[in-house]
């Protein structure tokens, strides 16, 4: 066999061994001893493989992947712009935590600054984004090589994986191969390609979250708690908790707390203004929330992410108000009065909030969330999308602990929602769904490309289609005095046939114009399928308003 054959051999025995278990691989030249390699390997069992075109796809695939599974996910793809590609999906990986793996092959060293085509510098490319960056040598036809080569697999999915900083994240392996690239049976090679240790599991550890000394809480004080994604627990039963979609606790989280706490803000509920507030984990959806930070009167503390950044930590502290960083006390019993108050509004809020949804036409974007969310089937996979969707969740659904909620909150980036949500989907063991709008559909439309042999996932995509970015609605641009100018630069329609363009890539869509074909097109089956609901967004700016003054009537 060739060294670039050998070489792209053991370093797939080797990411079995790690324990990965999926592989994504977009196709090229360069990169072709690893394909052969991730393709033998998938048919002996040994992983399963995913093949995508567009390597923005690809990577995002791997993100949803390995944010699902928790297990390495590598994507392999050639030289060049290539890797430029997966820079979007490396991104999102590392404000994640997704344990994305980015094999880049290369051209060899001698070809470098020579002019040769798809040739750039790209060892180091991701910059600080990833965890680690390592670089193989080139193989050469002698012995010993083949414990230094799985040395540095091994020390890029523990990178990946977090397995000593507990900060998992994109990890780099790029490998520049020389000619010949496709697989040869000539000669014998003078050691064995493969059973590393009579093929014994690699003895990583899982990741791990390291906790820090407990903050300095007044046990007495009414608190309050705001939860974004990474947060981790336990968290005390008698606090109240705000907490995102995608947030380990949202399932706890006050169905109508992101209504009310402006009323906490401004005077029309003072009984749920806390004395101090404990984020856990990078809540990062609501302004609400970033003005109650700032708040002088609150004392702020902070729980980092459980992949919070080793090397450079983070925290949520958009305002410079936390006073202290640390975990929540195990033994703390909070007073439960503020909680029962929080809770006895919230009850009340939440029937308010159900009549003011039942008054309003149907399909409209917080009321379309609100169904789907309560229609999921028992051990669903919610994968919700960015901008409104996930919003109009967060606003209007009643919080389940049967149903498992992720979505791309590293960087909230519109980029490769359809890709992850098929990735995420294809490692859940239960039906898949995901909620997103039709710009965010359109911008990765291109994963819904599966070849015949490709797998597969249980994913229903519920599309709210309202012809452009309502999100822009009910932010500052969305003011009456920007109206001229706002369809245009903001609202973006676009009148694009899903129907069609479904049918062009052979996935089936339904459109539905009423409760019961939304019921109906939930049922689990598989997929991808896709399901279309008109949204009317004219009325969007104005229907945040009056939900909002429904919900607090209370007052």
Known sequence: MNPSTVQATVIVDELVRCGVRDAVLCPGSRNAPLSFALHAADAEGRLRLHVRVDERGAGFLAVGLGLRSRRAVPVVCTSGTAVANLHPAVLEAS???????????????????????????????FGHAVRATEQLAIAERRAGQHGRWRSTVDRVVASALGTLSGDSGPAQLNVPFRE????????????????????????????????????????????LVIAGQGAHGPVPPELPV????????????????????????????????????VVLGRPTMHRSVQRLLADERVAVFAVPPASAGRVRPQWTDLAGSVRGVGALPKSWAPHPAFGARWQHTDNTASHLLDASLDAEPWATGPALAASVVAALPA???????????????????????????????GVAGIDGVVSAAIGASLAHHGPGYALMGDLTFLHDAGGLLLGPDEPRPDLTIVVANDNGG???????????????????????PLNADLSALCRAVGVEHTLATGTGDLLGALRPGRGPRVVEVPVNRSDRRALHHRLRAAVTRFS
């Open 180 to 223: 010949p690239l496709v697989p040869d049976h000539e000669g014998d090679w003078p050691e064995p390609v493969t059973g590393r240790d009579g093929g014994k599991p690699w003895s990583g550890i899982a990741p791990r979250f390291e906790h820090l000394e407990p903050a300095e809480l007044d046990p007495d004080a009414s608190t």
């Open 242 to 277: 705000l907490a995102e979609p995608g947030s380990e606790l949202w399932h706890r989280s006050l169905r109508t707390g992101m209504w009310l706490l402006p009323a906490a803000l401004s005077g029309e509920a003072p009984w749920l203004f806390p004395d101090q507030v």
């Open 470 to 492: 309502s999100v822009f609605a009910t932010l500052e641009q969305g003011a009456p005095e920007h109206a001229g100018a706002f369809e245009r630069i903001f609202g973006t």
């Open 95 to 125: 404000y994640n935590g997704a344990p994305l793996v980015a094999i880049t092959t290369d051209r060899p060293i001698e070809l470098h600054g020579t002019g040769a085509g798809q040739t750039i510098e790209q060892a180091g490319l």
């Open 379 to 409: 051990d669903s996979l919610l994968f919700a999308g960015p901008s409104n969707p996930v919003r109009d969740i967060a606003l209007a659904a009643r919080p389940r602990d049967d149903v498992t909620v992720i979505g791309n909150r």
